[in-house]
């Protein structure tokens, strides 16, 4: 693995045990609430009942396991031992062991990680693709995992929001991707709660939202829908505010600005 992406399987493996035991991942809550997926996302995939979900970089599975409990058989994979460890146990605590598994790989090498299977669904969930130095060939990742048909569905940070400084208020990264001129944090604290990480150092990118979908119709996939969202989920910016169906939105007075993502894109079927 490229040292940069080193140092960052370093710093997700220090995160993984401060975020199992956060007030923000809830862990015992969720055990005890059972979740399903949010209704945005079941309406835009459907029915996954008997089919097969992968969800790329999949941290210690809180995401994954919810499409287990709508009837889908997931598999999770993320490069971090301890997520993949965490996840595997919180299979087992919530009673979902028959239909998840979970896999340790770098995302770049999951076509490898899975010889010969492909899947109905590929799920990637936010907070993922500032990880990766290469959007096109995760692109290609995402092309060879699905099946004939099968669907990606994709939520993440919008990009736009990546370009500004911790307190949201300056324009100091790149929108594009700068694959040799990463974005360079050395930090002690993570997006959750907690104790201090023993391991500071990351190493992350920006892509634009053309450079995304380019990185999927490159790859054959065909785009259903881009929509901008003027919400998300995490105190990316000191000054969000919390809207009364627990969205972190933009507070009266200052411009909107597109906060999240999703994309929506399907293989075609074979004729
Ligand atoms: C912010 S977390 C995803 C959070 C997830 N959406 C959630 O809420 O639980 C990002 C994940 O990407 C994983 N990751 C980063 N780079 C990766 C890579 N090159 N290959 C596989 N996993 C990677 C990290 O280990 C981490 O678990």
């Known amino acids: 693995m490229e040292p940069r992406l080193e140092a960052n399987l370093i710093n997700w493996n220090s995160c993984v045990r401060v975020h199992a035991e956060s007030q923000f991942y809830d862990v015992e ?6 979740p399903g997926p949010p209704s945005r996302e079941t309406e835009a995939l459907g029915d996954v009942a008997g089919k097969t ?7 210690f599975g809180m995401d994954t396991l919810r499409w287990a409990r709508a ?16 996840a595997t146990s919180l299979a087992e ?20 990680a899975f010889p010969g299977r492909r899947f109905d669904v590929v799920y990637v969930s936010l907070g993922s693709l500032c990880w990766l130095p290469d959007v096109a060939a995760w692109g290609g990742v995402v092309a060879d995992l699905l099946a004939p048909g099968g669907k990606l569905y994709l939520h993440d940070v919008h990009p736009f929001t990546s370009c500004f400084d911790d307190d949201g ?7 594009f991707e700068e694959p040799d001129s990463p974005f360079i944090f050395d930090s002690t604290s993570t997006y959750t709660d907690g104790e201090e990480l023993s391991a500071t150092r ?11 979908v380019a990185a999927l119709i490159g790859r054959g996939l065909v785009l259903d829908s881009l929509t901008e969202h003027d919400w998300t989920l995490f105190h990316q910016f000191p000054w ?7 969205l972190l939105v933009v ?21």
């Open 202 to 212: 990351t190493y992350e990118w920006n892509h634009s939202i053309g450079e995304i």
């Open 251 to 271: 507070p009266e007075g200052r411009p909107r600005i597109p906060l999240s993502f999703t994309v929506l894109a399907h293989v075609p079927s074979k004729v």
């Open 240 to 246: 969000l505010e919390e809207n009364a169906s627990g």
């Open 29 to 34: 809550g969720w055990l005890r609430n059972a």
């Open 93 to 112: 605590r919530a009673g979902l062991s028959e239909r998840a598994s979970f896999v340790c790989a770098n995302v770049y090498d999951a076509p490898r």
């Open 53 to 59: 979900l992968v969800h790329l970089q999949c941290h």
């Open 169 to 175: 208020e300056r324009v100091i990264y790149s929108y």
């Open 71 to 86: 009837g889908a058989t997931v598999t999770g994979l993320d490069f971090s031992p301890a997520a993949i460890d965490e």
